[in-house]
């Protein structure tokens, strides 16, 4: 076992593990907040039920989003140091200016969310959750921007005295193409995991309450949580198509290789067609069958029009960057690159097909109670984080060999393969970590999905049932607390 | 002056932050379950009213941390790259405390069920024991040194992690966060728990008082300059002021000042031991990593400098007026029942 292999998979863990709360909480922190808004400015108590109810349920979600990111900061240092010192000029502002301009806020505001109900003037305490969903997604805009970096370097120069690459401009570093289009998709990707979620949860219960039939809850309360679900999902959805189309486009231009590795495109050729299904014995090129194809997609997603599209085949580019940054293979895992993109594609008709049969379903004040629906609506629930666990399996596995994929039109010099970035650790230290880690994830996601489900299935609680009156003032030293761990 | 040596000085002030906030946080996680044994009655609303002490901030504490790591990263990638990966192990154990702490924390309360409340109370006894002790080994480390060679990288071995020196650094944080939570403790609850904080508080404050000295003046004898002195002097006249305060079993609010300064003076001598280095090499000292050899290009840290100076003083009046928003104390009696549910469905 090499310690190049070991980092990887502990990267690749932590990682996606990581990004199963992420979208959660970037994606549910402004539909709570709008909720609230929508409590705060009508009164409508039926809001203000939903806020607490998916309030609470974020809250589980966004603990281990937090635990879990700590960890993506520190091993960069600990398992990839000689990327760090590579890279750390350009690298580290982003990660710096998310803590500074970002996490600080998320955290302190979220503290004041939740212990603020009955303290903070209603308005104020509106305001808390408005700076959470912001700087979520703030945090998102910087991390993103380091990522791509690594994707399409820009903005910075070797430096040939330090061995390393520099900072040349952080407007550059931020309004990086790659950023900006990977910054939409992330977010709308979000977006729609937070939709979903609301809408899956919801409709599951307007069943339920309707075959409880003791309340008109199904109708005031989750009825119109499914439908803004559901419109969100598919906003976002017609977002993602747009965004990923813009990425899409910048990769087949930015970083070849992993275009044509998404779409088994071996060798160089005029409009060639889009592979639904492709198979093969060996994972390189040898041995591939293309089963299933369709015309003019291809060339379309990668220039924009249906005719006249050149792209360059796996085997071509394979030989150009040999000329380019000597022997060795530049070719990522054909396979994981072909699925992980199809899979990422594949599981955004699950929330899509979800959300148009909801709103027909709910059309004209309807009411859906088929057992059938409630079983979609668990199905369809995890599908847009399946989603997004594809799509940066694709992206990053897409990125190989490379840790900083070289930028044909930018500095040459700045572009660093995954085992020159790698610290100089025994494998069986990385080792311990990885198992560490992986355990400790096992219990932690455990628990995360049994509490969700415990408090999903519980429904908004009897104690939530009306907003608390404001606490009068004087009585902070006896009356007991609106609120505490 | 150069920007590095300037961000050598914001490096030490964001460590400071996060020790001076978390210090407490730790504390408060160590001394959870001993001040509520210390009562008669139910320990449960006394385990509660000590943890909500920190309720609503504790989170916000925590990303000085992430914060100091990312700007370490940003300004000095050299040290970020050889300490990050040099001390590896010890850095683990202190992400796998972070990550039980913050999930015991906020998942504690989800469940009604005394198991339940069992298992968060040892992830944030653990969480909290675990990074009190390894931030002290961890920079008396860094202050001593690490066999760092030309290329600034280090073959570790035990003895380079776990001496008397280290030991003792990790001893004297744990025992400084332990005294400095007490006093927290008091100074943020009333009743019988305030009382109990107290006593633990004068527990404690000579033994710790004891480790303080020996490591600071270890410290100072072995690896401090000249106007270090004058740190030493201050953090052993804050840190008498401490015991004499709490001694009076009053004026919590100026101990905790007090204990506050000893635990600022601890950060500047060990940082102004440190300086200009960053880790010492105990090979070669021409191997050493330094604020020169380590730091960004100017232009990173020009940016960096501009960033910090918008954002840290927004940071510190927000985190400020939250402290401010949840100032009252609290007691035993006005922790509500618990709203988590049961652990099966009814």
Same mark, same amino acid.
């Given at each position: 076992?090499?310690?190049?292999?070991?980092?990887?998979?502990?990267?690749?863990?932590?990682?996606?593990?990581?990004?199963?709360?992420?979208?959660?909480?970037?994606?549910?922190?402004?539909?709570?907040?709008?909720?609230?808004?929508?409590?705060?400015?009508?009164?409508?108590?039926?809001?203000?039920?939903?806020?607490?109810?998916?309030?609470?349920?974020?809250?589980?979600?966004?603990?281990?989003?937090?635990?879990?990111?700590?960890?993506?900061?520190?091993?960069?240092?600990?398992?990839?140091?000689?990327?760090?010192?590579?890279?750390?000029?350009?690298?580290?502002?982003?990660?710096?200016?998310?803590?500074?301009?970002?996490?600080?806020?998320?955290?302190?505001?979220?503290?004041?969310?939740?212990?603020?109900?009955?303290?903070?003037?209603?308005?104020?305490?509106?305001?808390?959750?408005?700076?959470?969903?912001?700087?979520?997604?703030?945090?998102?805009?910087?991390?993103?921007?380091?990522?791509?970096?690594?994707?399409?370097?820009?903005?910075?120069?070797?430096?040939?005295?330090?061995?390393?690459?520099?900072?040349?401009?952080?407007?550059?570093?931020?309004?990086?193409?790659?950023?900006?289009?990977?910054?939409?998709?992330?977010?709308?990707?979000?977006?729609?995991?937070?939709?979903?979620?609301?809408?899956?949860?919801?409709?599951?219960?307007?069943?339920?309450?309707?075959?409880?039939?003791?309340?008109?809850?199904?109708?005031?309360?989750?009825?119109?949580?499914?439908?803004?679900?559901?419109?969100?999902?598919?906003?976002?959805?017609?977002?993602?198509?747009?965004?990923?189309?813009?990425?899409?486009?910048?990769?087949?231009?930015?970083?070849?290789?992993?275009?044509?590795?998404?779409?088994?495109?071996?060798?160089?050729?005029?409009?060639?067609?889009?592979?639904?299904?492709?198979?093969?014995?060996?994972?390189?090129?040898?041995?591939?069958?293309?089963?299933?194809?369709?015309?003019?997609?291809?060339?379309?997603?990668?220039?924009?029009?249906?005719?006249?599209?050149? #792209?360059?085949?796996?085997?071509?580019?394979?030989?150009?960057?040999?000329?380019?940054?000597?022997?060795?293979?530049?070719?990522?895992?054909?396979?994981?690159?072909?699925?992980?993109?199809?899979?990422?594609?594949?599981?955004?008709?699950?929330?899509?097909?979800?959300?148009?049969?909801?709103?027909?379903?709910?059309?004209?004040?309807?009411?859906?109670?088929?057992?059938?629906?409630?079983?979609?609506?668990?199905?369809?629930?995890?599908?847009?984080?399946?989603?997004?666990?594809?799509?940066?399996?694709?992206?990053?596995?897409?990125?190989?060999?490379?840790?900083?994929?070289?930028?044909?039109?930018?500095?040459?010099?700045?572009?660093?393969?995954?085992?020159?970035?790698?610290?100089?650790?025994?494998?069986?230290?990385?080792?311990?970590?990885?198992?560490?880690?992986?355990?400790?994830?096992?219990?932690?996601?455990?628990?995360?999905?049994?509490?969700?489900?415990?408090?999903?299935?519980?429904?908004?609680?009897?104690?939530?049932?009306?907003?608390?009156?404001?606490?009068?003032?004087?009585?902070?030293?006896?009356?007991?607390?609106?609120?505490?761990? | 002056?150069?920007?590095?040596?300037?961000?050598?000085?914001?490096?030490?002030?964001?460590?400071?932050?996060?020790?001076?906030?978390?210090?407490?946080?730790?504390?408060?996680?160590? #001394?959870?379950?001993?001040?509520?044994?210390?009562?008669?009655?139910?320990?449960?609303?006394?385990?509660?009213?000590?943890?909500?002490?920190?309720?609503?901030?504790?989170?916000?504490?925590?990303?000085? #941390?992430?914060?100091?790591?990312?700007?370490?990263?940003?300004?000095?990638?050299?040290?970020?790259?050889?300490?990050?990966?040099?001390?590896?192990?010890?850095?683990?154990?202190?992400?796998?405390?972070?990550?039980?702490?913050?999930?015991?924390?906020?998942?504690?309360?989800?469940?009604?069920?005394?198991?339940?409340?069992?298992?968060?109370?040892?992830?944030?006894?653990?969480?909290?024991?675990?990074?009190?002790?390894?931030?002290?080994?961890?920079?008396?480390?860094?202050?001593?040194?690490?066999?760092?060679?030309?290329?600034?990288?280090?073959?570790?071995?035990?003895?380079?992690?776990?001496?008397?020196?280290?030991?003792?650094?990790?001893?004297?944080?744990?025992?400084?966060?332990?005294?400095?939570?007490?006093?927290?403790?008091?100074?943020?609850?009333?009743?019988?728990?305030?009382?109990?904080?107290?006593?633990?508080?004068?527990?404690?404050?000579?033994?710790?008082?004891?480790?303080?000295?020996?490591?600071?003046?270890?410290?100072?004898?072995?690896?401090?300059?000249?106007?270090?002195?004058?740190?030493?002097?201050?953090?052993?006249?804050?840190?008498?002021?401490?015991?004499?305060?709490?001694?009076?079993?009053?004026?919590?609010?100026?101990?905790?000042?007090?204990?506050?300064?000893?635990?600022?003076?601890?950060?500047?001598?060990?940082?102004?031991?440190?300086?200009?280095?960053?880790?010492?090499?105990?090979?070669?000292?021409?191997?050493?990593?330094?604020?020169?050899?380590?730091?960004?290009?100017?232009?990173?840290?020009?940016?960096?400098?501009?960033?910090?100076?918008?954002?840290?003083?927004?940071?510190?009046?927000?985190?400020?007026?939250?402290?401010?928003?949840?100032?009252?104390?609290?007691?035993?009696?006005?922790?509500?029942?618990?709203?988590?549910?049961?652990?099966?469905?009814?």
């Amino acid at each position: 076992m090499n310690v190049v292999d070991v980092s990887r998979w502990q990267f690749g863990i932590t990682t996606v593990y990581h990004f199963i709360f992420v979208p959660l909480t970037i994606g549910l922190a402004p539909l709570i907040a709008v909720m609230q808004t929508i409590w705060v400015a009508t009164d409508n108590v039926a809001w203000y039920r939903l806020t607490k109810f998916f309030g609470k349920l974020f809250l589980i979600n966004f603990a281990l989003g937090v635990a879990t990111g700590i960890v993506q900061e520190f091993q960069f240092g600990m398992n990839w140091s000689e990327y760090s010192r590579f890279v750390g000029d350009v690298f580290g502002a982003p990660l710096a200016m998310e803590g500074l301009a970002a996490f600080f806020f998320e955290s302190t505001f979220l503290g004041l969310w939740i212990f603020g109900w009955s303290r903070l003037p209603r308005l104020v305490h509106l305001a808390c959750i408005w700076i959470v969903a912001v700087a979520v997604n703030l945090s998102a805009f910087f991390i993103i921007a380091a990522n791509s970096f690594m994707q399409h370097p820009v903005g910075a120069h070797y430096n040939p005295t330090t061995k390393r690459a520099e900072l040349e401009s952080i407007s550059t570093l931020f309004t990086n193409n790659t950023g900006l289009a990977a910054f939409g998709h992330t977010v709308t990707a979000s977006l729609l995991t937070g939709g979903t979620f609301i809408a899956a949860v919801s409709s599951w219960w307007i069943v339920r309450s309707h075959s409880q039939t003791e309340n008109g809850d199904a109708r005031s309360i989750y009825r119109p949580a499914t439908i803004l679900g559901c419109w969100v999902a598919l906003a976002a959805t017609v977002a993602l198509f747009f965004s990923g189309d813009a990425q899409g486009k910048l990769m087949f231009h930015q970083q070849p290789m992993k275009m044509a590795s998404a779409e088994s495109l071996c060798d160089t050729q005029t409009d060639p067609e889009f592979s639904i299904l492709t198979v093969g014995r060996q994972n390189n090129c040898d041995s591939l069958t293309r089963v299933i194809e369709v015309p003019y997609v291809l060339p379309f997603l990668a220039k924009g029009r249906f005719h006249d599209v050149t #792209l360059q085949g796996v085997r071509d580019i394979q030989r150009d960057d040999q000329q380019r940054f000597g022997a060795g293979d530049y070719r990522p895992n054909l396979f994981v690159t072909y699925w992980s993109f199809r899979a990422m594609i594949g599981f955004l008709l699950f929330p899509v097909l979800f959300a148009l049969t909801a709103l027909w379903l709910t059309r004209g004040g309807r009411i859906p109670n088929g057992r059938w629906f409630s079983r979609l609506a668990l199905l369809t629930l995890p599908t847009p984080i399946l989603a997004s666990s594809a799509g940066w399996v694709f992206t990053e596995m897409g990125r190989q060999p490379w840790i900083v994929a070289p930028n044909p039109t930018g500095d040459p010099k700045v572009h660093l393969v995954v085992a020159d970035g790698v610290s100089h650790h025994a494998p069986v230290m990385v080792v311990i970590s990885l198992v560490t880690f992986t355990l400790i994830y096992a219990v932690l996601a455990v628990i995360w999905f049994w509490l969700l489900k415990r408090y999903v299935v519980e429904g908004p609680q009897e104690h939530d049932a009306e907003p608390a009156a404001p606490a009068p003032p004087g009585a902070d030293e006896v009356a007991p607390l609106s609120f505490a761990y | 002056m150069a920007l590095h040596d300037v961000w050598f000085g914001l490096l030490a002030v964001l460590f400071l932050g996060f020790l001076i906030l978390e210090g407490f946080d730790f504390g408060v996680g160590m #001394l959870m379950e001993p001040i509520a044994r210390m009562g008669s009655g139910d320990r449960e609303p006394r385990r509660r009213a000590v943890l909500n002490t920190i309720g609503p901030v504790w989170d916000g504490n925590e990303v000085w #941390l992430l914060t100091a790591g990312g700007a370490m990263f940003a300004a000095f990638p050299g040290m970020y790259a050889t300490v990050f990966s040099s001390l590896y192990l010890p850095l683990l154990a202190i992400l796998f405390g972070m990550i039980v702490r913050a999930v015991s924390i906020e998942w504690r309360g989800k469940v009604d069920d005394p198991k339940w409340r069992g298992w968060a109370d040892f992830g944030i006894a653990a969480g909290s024991w675990l990074p009190a002790v390894l931030w002290g080994v961890a920079f008396a480390i860094l202050v001593r040194g690490l066999p760092v060679d030309a290329e600034h990288q280090v073959n570790l071995s035990v003895t380079d992690v776990l001496s008397a020196y280290t030991l003792l650094g990790g001893l004297a944080t744990c025992g400084l966060f332990l005294l400095y939570g007490a006093i927290f403790v008091a100074l943020k609850t009333s009743g019988s728990v305030h009382d109990d904080a107290f006593r633990v508080a004068v527990r404690l404050s000579l033994p710790v008082t004891v480790l303080v000295a020996g490591f600071g003046i270890w410290t100072q004898l072995a690896h401090g300059k000249a106007w270090t002195w004058l740190v030493l002097g201050v953090a052993v006249v804050a840190q008498l002021a401490t015991v004499a305060l709490v001694f009076t079993r009053r004026h919590e609010g100026w101990a905790f000042l007090c204990s506050a300064v000893v635990i600022t003076a601890v950060v500047v001598l060990l940082f102004g031991a440190m300086y200009p280095n960053l880790v010492p090499s105990t090979l070669d000292p021409r191997w050493s990593v330094t604020v020169s050899n380590a730091s960004s290009s100017a232009y990173t840290l020009k940016i960096m400098t501009w960033a910090a100076a918008i954002f840290a003083p927004l940071v510190v009046a927000y985190q400020s007026w939250t402290y401010w928003v949840f100032r009252q104390r609290i007691s035993a009696d006005q922790i509500p029942p618990s709203i988590g549910l049961a652990r099966r469905t009814p």
